[in-house]
């Protein structure tokens, strides 16, 4: 954290200002909302002489194993849902000109619905998991691998939507349209942008808190 927004709440604090005024103050000077909400929450709302700092959150093996398996599921899970829904849709909607490519249907609906077994229920424990230690400890938000594997996991669906919209722009100029490609271009956005959506409105939480 940057020490001079650290002094300044620690100092304002100790002056007896309320932190929705020290919150204000930082706002008005410029800072974010994150900045403000991390330098404010630094501190322990407790009755002392001084201002009482929280622990610190660091990099630790433990965070970095469970933030790992969650958004690893989560990208196992979201692969194999978007492959199992295409092949469904390959199978509704067959193209003749690409028949072969689709003889081992059943191999690969088998292949990606195991995957999904798998990887969707292990996501949702380790989401729950996390959930309980934030609950627990508020700190836990801070957790350095947490808010990588959110942010490295906003940006990839980020890239998702902008190539799935493109993509649905490029075929509709070339008149190229079919219910087949409409709805894998569905498919992809809505996994895409269901996945940002959840995920940026957590990082909302940590901002307003």
């Known amino acids: 954290m940057n020490s001079d927004i650290n ?3 620690r100092e304002a604090l100790g002056k007896g200002e309320s932190r929705a005024a020290i919150r204000e103050a930082l706002l008005k ?14 501190f322990a709302d407790v009755a002392f002489s001084i201002p009482v700092p929280r622990p610190r959150p660091y990099l ?14 989560l990208y196992i899970g979201g692969y194999a849902l978007g492959a199992l829904i295409f092949d469904f849709i390959n199978r509704a909607f067959p193209d003749a000109l690409a028949e072969n490519a689709y003889r081992s249907g059943n191999i690969d609906i088998r292949w990606n619905l195991s995957l ?24 836990e938000r801070a957790s350095k691998p947490r808010k990588w594997a959110t942010y490295l996991t906003l940006l990839f669906a980020s890239v998702c939507l902008i190539c799935d919209v ?3 722009v490029y075929y509709t100029l070339g008149g190229e349209l079919t219910i087949r490609f409409v709805l894998k271009i569905a498919t ?7 996945t940002f959506a959840y995920f940026i409105n957590d990082q909302r939480k940590d901002e307003v808190r």
Do not use: C, H, K
């Not at 380790?126 to 309980?132: A, F, V």
């Not at 992809?188 to 269901?194: E, F, S």
């Open 7 to 9: 002094n300044f709440v």
């Open 166 to 168: 493109g993509t649905l």
């Open 29 to 42: 000077a410029g800072w974010s909302q994150a900045e403000a909400a991390e330098a404010i929450d630094g």
């Open 60 to 73: 630790s093996a433990r965070e970095v194993f469970v933030y790992g398996m969650q958004f690893i599921a």
């Open 116 to 139: 999904l077994i798998v990887a969707f229920p292990l996501f949702l424990g380790m989401l729950n998991y996390t959930n309980r230690l934030i609950a627990r400890n508020a700190t």
């Open 188 to 194: 992809v956005g809505i996994l895409a942008g269901g």
